[in-house]
């Protein structure tokens, strides 16, 4: 067998794996918060970048072989910015044989008009591009708002919310939208980024780059972003750790007491267990064996 051969062969083994890892890890995630039920219309919002292209791709694939029926719509919001390139989507989506709607609002000209130059555009463009997804999906009669978001999106949040916001909070995996007629959720919450960077290539898929944030190089986002791939390379594990505690929180142990009744706290003469001999375990130990694996749990 020649060298050229064998490296195929190699590299088709690892696009395998990496597809399998990414089904497996949407799949475990939508079981671990029942994102998706029998005979939900999900709607995928897909912006052009990596990570939407990348659930889109799954869902349907998981589609294939779930245990229910479901059924996907794409929607894109083409928000008017200059250069965007209308057809891209249509053409791979018409190709790929998936239902979809092009939404057009011009969200561009407002958000240039209102938010000062070199001031962050994302949260004025977050909300505009909310509510037009709201109203979308209730024409749509979607059930479910499927976004692209994935592990290192809700980590950067968290870090974000805790430095800048003072605040203990993250992008969850499912949520009841601002309206309340919707339920969205981000079947990519256990997927990394860099997985998804290797499988767009690997699928070559038509990105579509944001020139509106994504041109913004003030964004506190970006510095976060920074830490974490800082720490990935100086400490193997730390982020893995990091974005593990957000699903093992002890509220007796912090400090909210609209979460934990301190003040009803008083000596009961009874062992207990989340007492302070919490306090003896070696946080750098790793954890218990007893811990249950989310992974057991199949959707698929």
Request: net charge neutral; hydrophobic share 40%.
């Amino acid at each position: 067998m020649n060298a050229p051969h064998e490296l195929a062969q190699k590299a088709a083994r690892e696009s395998n794996k990496l597809e399998k890892r990414l089904c497996r890890l949407t799949g475990q995630a939508i079981a671990d918060f029942n994102m998706i039920e029998d005979g939900d219309r999900v709607m995928v919002c897909l912006s052009g970048g990596k990570d939407s292209y990348g659930l889109l791709d799954i869902l349907l694939k998981l589609r294939e072989r779930a245990p229910i029926r479901f059924d996907v719509v794409a929607v894109n919001l083409d928000q008017k910015q200059p250069g965007f390139p209308a057809h891209v989507l249509p053409d791979y989506l018409t190709a790929l044989g998936v239902p979809f709607h092009m939404e057009t609002q011009d969200t561009y000209s407002i958000v240039t008009r209102v938010i000062p130059e070199g001031k962050t555009m994302c949260s004025l463009c977050s909300r505009l591009r909310r509510g037009i997804l709201y109203r979308v999906a209730t024409e749509l009669g979607a059930t479910k708002i499927a976004l692209g978001h994935h592990r290192d999106d809700i980590l950067g949040t968290f870090f974000l919310n805790m430095f800048y916001g003072g605040k203990l909070k993250a992008m969850p995996p499912k949520l009841v939208s601002d309206d309340g007629r919707h339920v969205v959720i981000r079947p990519l919450a256990y997927v990394k980024e860099a997985d998804l960077e290797r499988y767009a290539q690997e699928k070559q898929f038509p990105i579509i780059p944001c020139n509106l944030c994504g041109s913004q190089d003030n964004l506190k986002r970006k510095e976060v972003k920074r830490m974490l791939l800082e720490w990935e390379g100086r400490w193997p594990g730390r982020v893995e750790n990091t974005f593990n505690a957000l699903a093992r929180i002890t509220p007796s142990h912090l400090m909210d007491a609209t979460l934990f009744d301190f003040k009803a706290v008083h000596a009961t003469g009874i062992a207990q267990t989340h007492g302070d001999i919490a306090f003896d375990d070696e946080p750098c130990d790793p954890p218990s064996q007893n811990t249950p694996d989310s992974a057991q749990v199949r959707w698929i």
